[in-house]
């Protein structure tokens, strides 16, 4: 069945850097963009990045730019999230999920979510 | 900016339920389409698509559930509340990035 399947818990210290990954199953990785999501403690969503995973073409919010990067790899259908120079703001769950390229339907197939620590 | 309200609502099972949510600029695209999204996440799961442009119920999302509005001011509506229900609901636009979410309303059972 259509799934994204993430990685596990992150325990980061300030500073470090961290990597999470969304393997895609059950449908053509390339026909649909990825989409970071993260919710901190008590807040609501907060939109990333996302990805086009065939071109490599993609956006991310302003509010990352410069330590936020969302490399894939298309032969194992893989996207990755990488955040760097992390401090306790970024604690968080963060979610990745889908839309379909040629029109749109939402945000419909997300990944069960990796929660990213960051403590001294 | 999206708003909701209520940010709490305590429902009675087989009563309806509506929430509200509303963008600081107009969702309405050339399309004609209303570019907002409600989304379920219930306790300790992941987020889920219930509408998508508006009105459209996503594939799965039971018949009880609508979306209506256009441009700036959108609703969610319950038509008779199932246990199943209790959660919290976002909204979120997909017009313009970032995309955006509302602060969420959470149900709960009276």
């Known amino acids: 069945q259509v799934q994204l399947v993430q990685s596990g818990p992150e325990v980061k210290k300030p500073g470090a850097s961290v990597r999470v990954s969304c393997k895609a199953s059950g449908y053509i990785f390339t026909n649909y963009t990825i989409h970071w999501v993260r919710q901190a403690p008590g807040q609501r969503l907060e939109w990333m990045g996302w990805?086009?995973?065939?071109?490599?073409?993609?956006k991310l919010s302003k509010k990352f730019q410069g330590r936020l990067s969302l490399p894939r790899d298309t032969s194992a259908s893989i996207a990755y999230m990488e955040l760097s120079s992390l401090t306790s703001e970024d604690t968080a769950i963060y979610y990745c999920a889908r839309i379909k390229l040629d029109y749109y339907h939402g945000l419909d197939v997300w990944g069960q979510g990796t929660t990213v620590t960051v403590s001294s | 900016v999206m708003t909701q309200s209520p940010l709490s609502l305590p429902v009675t099972p087989g009563e309806p339920a509506s929430i509200s949510c509303r963008s600081g600029q107009s969702l309405l695209y050339s399309n004609g389409y209303n570019y907002v999204d409600w989304y379920l996440q219930r306790p300790g799961q992941s987020p889920q698509l219930l509408i998508y442009?508006?009105?459209n119920r996503a594939s799965g999302v039971p018949d009880r559930f609508s979306g209506s509005g256009s441009g700036t001011d959108f609703t969610l509506k319950i038509s008779r509340v199932e246990p199943e229900d209790v959660g919290v609901y976002y909204c979120m636009q997909p017009l313009q990035t970032p995309f955006t979410f509302g602060p969420g309303t959470k149900v709960d059972i009276k």
């Open positions: 990805l086009n995973p065939g071109t490599g073409y993609g």
């Open positions: 442009l508006g009105s």
